[in-house]
């Protein structure tokens, strides 16, 4: 919304000295959003006057164009007296017409300096202006041609152009449409700087009769109150006069015809759209209804709408003449011979505007307006306004006719405590204070402690107390609540849960990796991406009822997504090698289960709070790991390694660590993971999540690098058995004994699970089993693999002799051939 200060001053006694820039800030600070400060005309300067052509002279040119040679009548703004010689290239002004001329040492906007020049063989001493080259409008194809009340031949033309002005523009907020015009701006102004407010809605307007135009409202719902005067005898040719042509150019709209312009400048002025036909093209009488299905009806834009059952129409016998509130409709337009004019002054439903501005896609200002709520009370003066200036400035006469059918709805009423204000934000504020300030906003107030609060009707946002206290904390002044740091409660910190999840960020921040944040929000294309099974349990997904994106409605129930998006934009912008991790929840609705849709009147009883809580998803922590490129650089010390699924597997080993928790590893499927190179996670028996490397097909359509490593796991099962302090790690002092064995198995057989049997069998003596060598071949036999491990043995209080560590060794063999088969290779 943009307003000019000149207009604001029109409603409010501000004081003089009060400038553009302060009133911005004290409109700011009452909760009006500043977007910029416009200084029209700022950019024009030096002399500007009025002018009298004397003389025109056609003359062609070679290059097909005829220029006007003209003289014109500056008075003494040249210093001389004498006519003034100017080159003019338009041809829509005639000898005695007075025109705007900037003489020489002028400068236009754009930086366009005007200067004594030589042009088409002449000394052309200035500019003869058009409305665009002075800013005033986008009409470049003619000379701006002044009335007589304009001025005398060199007097300043800049303030009867109304070219100087200063303009606020607000970002307005959907629950402050009353700022949508210079009534409710004016109103905030005089609440800031305490000046007298002037409303222009109050005004003597005529009675009701049975005279006026009919009209009938079927949904009386839709549209509570419809009122209609009529003007005939306009002159259609009538100009705009500049000072309204300019003020709804300064608003931020564009003037076209009288009977047009003075609607809108209403509608800018009270904030109630208003909607003009030709009287003459009407047929019968007006009715307002919802449309029928498949209706058809031509928009002022030209578009041939096709309705909906849920559309509120204005008709007359020969159908649809108007999508109420939102846009008329072509046959009923008013056009350049229009002498003859209804004016329509309606209050719509504005969720009724919203749903069939959102259906058509059509956006207008009355739409934008009408859907969030105007005063109901003010269609009468909006139309007696209307119809005022249609007289004054149109040469019309007005029908003695008024019609209006229907009421404004009854406000609500209130009830406050006088003190809540005070309580509610910390301020000194007392009773009388509040009942002042609530009616400086509107509001009409009874009641001294227990107050009865009945909200204005150009207010429909304030329908509880808590709105009326945010109404008087603003006129306050919000920089008035104090600062108050609450106690912090001695001997509290992280809780246990924060802390072992710290734990974890930083164990995998010091082992290389970089966390990231994600959207939870996904859509079903990202669980194909991920070519998940049909019958696959992290399918049944959340859906959002509002999402930020119609691609992406559901709450994820997996991270992988997010992330390994991530890796691909990283990948596409030149990093090359990535650890990356992400700790966030996930979603796991329960099939089945409906969340009971309670009323505010009360607290949910046991029972209703149960069922609520057996309605909400389970939202456990994850953690996933996703790993590209080189694990290791190369360099002059050699090659780098490149990823394996073996890194992604050990990242989670070492988060399992840093939280004092065995895990165990074995072979595992499940997508997306690469069959044979996919890891299940367990602890105490329980599967908690995979690791392995991504799957190629996965790999080619979410474009991450071939063989890229992933791990998802649900970190609330692991940290639900890991321990708040994880116990220092005991050396001994006497020396290692190191044994290797060779071990040949079935090749089905889990490296992890024969590892784990060694472990067993060797006793306490052992301190680890390291897998370092895998092979397949002719030698060991088909179906078969050789594993070699490295088994290391240390006691704490004695150096183990060679016997003692031959018998640990030889007992892990004895049980790994018990349970795997397994023989020793020599």
Not at 290 to 317: I, N, P, W
Not at 429 to 435: G, S
Not at 785 to 806: C, Q
Request: net charge negative; hydrophobic share 45%; with cysteine.
């Amino acid at each position: 919304m943009k307003a000019p200060l000149s207009w604001i001053r029109e409603y409010v006694d501000l004081p003089a000295d009060v400038s553009v820039e302060d009133l911005a800030a004290t409109l700011t600070a009452l909760g009006l959003k500043l977007e910029s400060l416009e200084k029209p005309g700022s950019d024009i300067t030096g002399p500007l006057v009025v002018g009298r052509v004397l003389t025109q002279e056609p003359e062609p040119q070679k290059n097909g164009k005829t220029i006007n040679w003209c003289t014109v009548d500056v008075g003494d703004a040249n210093g001389t007296g004498e006519p003034q010689g100017i080159v003019c290239g338009a041809h829509n002004f005639a000898p005695g017409d007075l025109v705007v001329v900037a003489l020489p040492g002028s400068v236009l906007p754009g930086g366009f300096a005007i200067s004594e020049r030589k042009t088409y063989g002449h000394l052309s001493a200035g500019m003869i202006c058009s409305a665009k080259e002075l800013g005033l409008g986008e009409d470049a194809a003619g000379i701006m041609v002044l009335p007589a009340e304009a001025g005398a031949p060199g007097d300043p033309v800049r303030e009867f152009l109304h070219i100087d002005d200063d303009v606020i523009e607000f970002e307005i907020n959907p629950d402050r449409a009353y700022a949508l015009s210079l009534r409710g701006v004016a109103r905030e102004a005089a609440l800031g700087t305490g000046g007298a407010f002037s409303d222009p809605a109050l005004r003597e307007v005529p009675t009701p009769n049975a005279d006026g135009y009919p009209v009938l409202v079927d949904d009386t719902e839709g549209c509570p109150v419809f009122v209609a005067r009529t003007v005939t005898g306009f002159d259609p040719s009538a100009p705009t006069p500049r000072w309204m042509a300019r003020r709804i150019q300064l608003a931020g709209m564009r003037p076209i015809s009288l009977a047009v312009d003075v609607t809108n400048y209403v509608m800018l002025e009270l904030g109630h759209p208003i909607h003009g036909y030709d009287a003459d093209r009407l047929t019968g009488p007006i009715r307002v209804r919802r449309a029928t299905e498949g209706e058809h009806l031509t928009t002022l834009d030209g578009t041939d709408r096709v309705l909906s059952a849920e559309d509120l129409v204005v008709t007359d016998d020969s159908g649809p003449i108007g999508l109420g509130g939102v846009m008329g409709g072509a046959t009923t337009e008013m056009t350049s011979t229009t002498t003859n004019i209804l004016v329509e002054v309606a209050s719509w439903n504005p969720v009724s505007m919203f749903r069939t501005g959102k259906r058509h896609k059509l956006s207008s200002e009355a739409g934008k307006r009408n859907e969030r709520g105007v005063d109901p009370t003010i269609p009468e003066a909006a139309a007696d306004r209307v119809v005022e200036l249609l007289v004054a400035h149109g040469g019309a006469t007005a029908a003695p006719g008024v019609t209006k059918v229907g009421e404004a709805p009854a406000r609500p009423t209130i009830r406050m405590a006088a003190d809540l204000p005070g309580r509610i934000t910390g301020m000194a504020i007392e009773p009388a204070m509040v009942v002042d300030n609530l009616v400086a906003v509107g509001c009409g107030v009874d009641g001294v402690d227990d107050l009865v609060v009945v909200p204005p009707p150009w207010r429909p946002d304030l329908t509880d107390p808590f709105d009326l206290v945010e109404e008087v904390a603003r006129i306050v002044g919000y920089d008035q609540v104090p600062s108050v740091l609450p106690p912090a409660p001695a001997g509290r910190g992280l809780t246990p849960e924060q802390q072992l999840r710290r734990r974890v960020g930083r164990t995998l921040a010091g082992a290389g990796y970089v966390e990231v944040l994600t959207f939870p929000f996904v859509g079903a294309e990202a669980f194909d991406a991920l070519e998940l099974d049909a019958d696959d349990s992290r399918r049944t997904a959340l859906r959002l009822a509002n999402p930020l994106s119609s691609e992406a409605p559901l709450m994820t129930t997996t991270l992988l997504p997010g992330l390994l998006e991530t890796v691909a934009r990283n990948i596409g912008r030149g990093h090359a090698d990535l650890a990356l991790f992400e700790v966030a929840p996930v979603t796991l609705p329960h099939v089945g289960a409906v969340a009971p849709i309670l009323g505010v009147d009360r607290r949910p009883t046991e029972a209703e709070w149960d069922e609520l809580n057996a309605a909400l998803p389970d939202q456990p922590l994850h953690l996933v790991l996703a790993l590209a490129g080189d694990r290791e650089p190369a360099g002059w010390w050699g090659a780098g390694r490149p990823v394996s699924w073996a890194d992604a597997v050990e990242g989670v080993r070492e988060v399992a660590e840093a939280l004092g928790v065995t895990l165990d590893v074995r072979s595992g499927a499940r997508a997306p993971w690469h069959p044979g190179r996919c890891a299940e996670v367990l602890v105490a028996g329980e599967p908690i999540g995979y690791a392995g490397e991504l799957h190629p097909r996965v790999c080619k359509r979410l474009g991450v690098p071939a063989r890229t490593a992933v791990a998802e796991i649900d970190l609330s099962a692991l940290l639900a058995h890991a321990v708040a302090v994880v116990p220092a790690p005991v050396f001994s002092t006497y020396p290692v004994a190191k044994e290797d064995v060779a071990l040949v198995v079935a090749a089905d057989v889990p490296a992890e699970d024969l590892a784990r049997t060694l472990r067993e069998g060797a006793g306490a003596l052992c301190e680890s089993v390291r897998l370092f060598d895998v092979y397949t071949g002719e030698q060991i036999g088909a179906g078969q693999k050789s594993l070699a491990f490295a088994l290391r043995f240390r006691a704490p209080d004695r150096t183990l002799t060679e016997a003692e560590t031959a018998e640990a060794r030889d007992a892990a063999v004895v049980l790994a051939a018990e349970r795997h088969g397994a023989v020793q290779r020599a």
